[in-house]
Structures are given as C-alpha cells and as structure tokens.
Nanobody, 122 residues
Framework: VQLQASGGGLVQAGDSLRLSCTAS????????MGWFRQAPGKEREFVAA????????NSAEFAKVRFTISRDNAKNTVYLQMNTLKPEDTAVYSC????????????????WGQGTLVTVSS
C-alpha cells in the first residue's frame, strides 16, 4: 500500500483546511486509516483514526471538536477536515494504514505516507 497525503499549506489562525490521503491498491476498505502529526522539535502524535468501513472513529482530545476524519472507499481516500486552526496545529501531518480493519486506539500501522506540512500563522 502506498499512501500520498496532500492538502497542506499556509493558513491563518481560524481558517479551515482539508487534508487528503490517497492509497494505492484495491483493498482500501480492509485497512483502518490514521492521521498523525509532528510539530517541530516534538514527537509524533496521534490525531485520529477511522475503521475500514468508516463506522468507527477515534480522535485525540485536542482533535475531538475541531477535526473530523472521514473516508471515501470508492476513491481510496481518507480525509482530515480541520477547522478553527490554531498556531499550535502547525506540524507535518502524515497518514498511515493498519491491516486491522476494525479501528480503535491501539492499532499497529503497517504503512506510512510522506507528510504534508500545515503552517498556521497567528
């Protein structure tokens, strides 16, 4: 599985942005998908995950209100809608795929895409 993230950019505080991650292959719905981010000088942190069917989602506390993860299995794409962005959301956002299709908090991710940079100015 190859993953390609896109949609990052430079935005102002309060703006919205939608990230996309497109996967290769024909079994996209067999994978749970996750979004992670890594800010400069910090460790990578979990943002949100979604099960293969899209029924189950999990989000980090900071993402529960402002971020929404979704997927379109017909397009082999997972999305991260980010609203009311803050400067502290500045990070490289990466997507990952887990061969466990059921979603959840403690997934092992088997495939990682390169990140897309989100910069939020104040």
């Amino acid at each position: 599985v190859q993953l390609q993230a896109s949609g990052g950019g430079l935005v102002q505080a309060g703006d919205s942005l939608r990230l996309s991650c497109t996967a290769s292959g024909r079994t996209f719905s067999s994978y749970s998908m996750g979004w992670f981010r890594q800010a400069p000088g910090k460790e990578r942190e979990f943002v949100a995950a979604i099960s293969g069917s899209g029924v189950t989602t999990n989000s980090a506390e900071f993402a529960k209100v402002r971020f929404t993860i979704s997927r379109d299995n017909a397009k082999n794409t997972v999305y991260l809608q980010m609203n009311t962005l803050k400067p502290e959301d500045t990070a490289v956002y990466s997507c990952a795929a887990s061969s466990n299709p059921w979603g959840g908090w403690s997934l092992n991710y088997d495939y990682w895409g390169q990140g897309t940079l989100v910069t939020v100015s104040s």
